[in-house]
């Protein structure tokens, strides 16, 4: 059987057992033979490295990358960049583009910020729900993204347990009107 795997690696290349891919958004793959897969970063600064994906899972280096299954086989999996400096005054911070409504969403929610949260919802929906309500539903959350790699489009809700649920978030006037899980 396959599983689909959906890498994320900012600013490198990768090679999937030894062989250089011009798209790893979705990489099909036997569900249990190992893929080893070398992030070669496009910066200087950074180091490469490889790690071994076992069904959905890093089997090495696994503090450097965030594994969670989808859905039907499907798993996202994003690789992060590793650095060999610890501090280096000439080195610029990359840019970064603005972070999504969502994901400012639950940055106010984790840090407790019920008041900033309130004003990404709409008034409609801020009436409706309670600050308890908004922690619960982030809880375990530690990134929010939008879904590019799946059909069904939407926004994933990467959680601490390895888990990735899809949510669909409607917007209306440039806040968060309604979220369905």
Not at 46 to 70: F, R
Not at 102 to 125: C, I, K, M
Not at 129 to 155: M, S, Y
């Amino acid at each position: 059987m396959e599983s689909v795997y959906h890498f994320v690696s900012e600013n490198s290349v990768l090679l999937l057992n030894g062989s250089f891919v011009q798209s790893a958004a979705a990489v099909r793959y036997e569900k249990n033979e190992p893929l080893f897969v070398t992030v070669l970063p496009l910066n200087a600064t950074y180091l490469p490295y490889t790690v071994e994906i076992l069904a959905g899972k890093a089997v090495t280096n696994a503090a450097l990358a965030v594994c969670c299954a989808m859905e039907r086989e499907h798993y996202y999996i994003e690789l992060k960049q590793r650095s060999a400096y610890v501090f280096s005054p000439d080195a610029m911070p990359p840019v970064r583009s603005a972070p999504s409504l969502p994901a400012q969403l639950l940055r106010f929610v984790r840090e407790q910020n019920y008041a900033a949260a309130r004003l990404l919802l709409s008034p409609r929906l801020s009436e409706t729900i309670t600050d308890d309500a908004l922690g619960d539903f982030f809880e375990g959350v530690i990134e929010v993204r939008e879904n590019t790699f799946t059909p069904q489009k939407g926004w994933l809700l990467v959680k601490d347990d390895g888990t990735a649920p899809i949510c669909d978030i409607e917007f209306a006037d440039g806040r968060i009107d309604n979220v369905t899980v």
